[in-house]
């Protein structure tokens, strides 16, 4: 994906966000196995959040994530389907992962790794949407995410995925954490948080 920041460039320009959506922070990550996004404002009726990420372990594949809401470990169960590389759709159960210290919503598939049959600099792209963050109700969340390799290699790791989770917890929403499944992110992993105003 050489050119994986036109999506985000046309998003902050406006061309799709308009003046329902509100930036509210950009996380470049260089280094490192986990990211926080601390302090997120009340004053929002949903979050969409728009990860680009690459993980530099070697064996190849896609790499998943734990996705934490509130530091908190439990409660959380999810529904996957997938299509990756040469297999056929696949539908998984998913409840909570615990990677490098963050265990919450394992999110699949959301990094591209390194290997030899991944093109250089090509990164994962998902999306996640949260409704309703900051009610006292259970928390639902959805998920899309596509890896590429740029690869016609049968080991590459292209492949698309939706997950709709639940985290069963009336406490607003105030930071989410992530925890990469295996090696470091690579630079420039990046995490853009938006606000969706209800008017």
């Known amino acids: 994906m050489g050119n994986r920041n036109n999506l985000y460039s046309l998003w902050n320009s406006g061309g799709i966000m308009a003046n329902t959506y509100v930036h509210i922070s950009s996380t470049t ?104 963050y900051t009610s006292s109700n259970y928390k639902s969340y959805s998920v899309d995410t596509v890896t590429e390799a740029n690869s016609a290699a049968s080991n590459s790791p292209h492949g698309i995925l939706f997950a709709a989770g639940l985290w069963s917890n009336t406490a607003a929403i105030t930071s989410i954490d992530f925890g990469i499944e295996v090696g470091d992110f690579v630079s420039p992993s990046t995490f853009y948080l938006y606000g969706i105003k209800n008017s």
Not at 68 to 82: G, H, L, P, R, V
């Open 29 to 132: 990550v260089t280094s490192g196995t986990t990211v926080s996004l601390t302090s997120i404002p009340q004053t929002y009726t949903d979050l969409l959040l728009l990860v680009s990420a690459r993980s530099d372990y070697t064996g190849g594949g896609a790499v998943s994530m734990a996705m934490s809401f509130n530091s908190n470990a439990s409660s959380y169960t999810s529904k996957s389907i997938q299509y990756y590389g040469p297999s056929s759709v696949v539908s998984n159960n998913d409840t909570t992962a615990t990677y490098n210290g963050i265990t919450g919503a394992q999110a699949r598939a959301m990094a591209t790794g390194v290997s030899p049959v991944t093109t250089v600099s090509t990164f994962g792209s998902s999306s996640i949407y949260i409704p309703n």
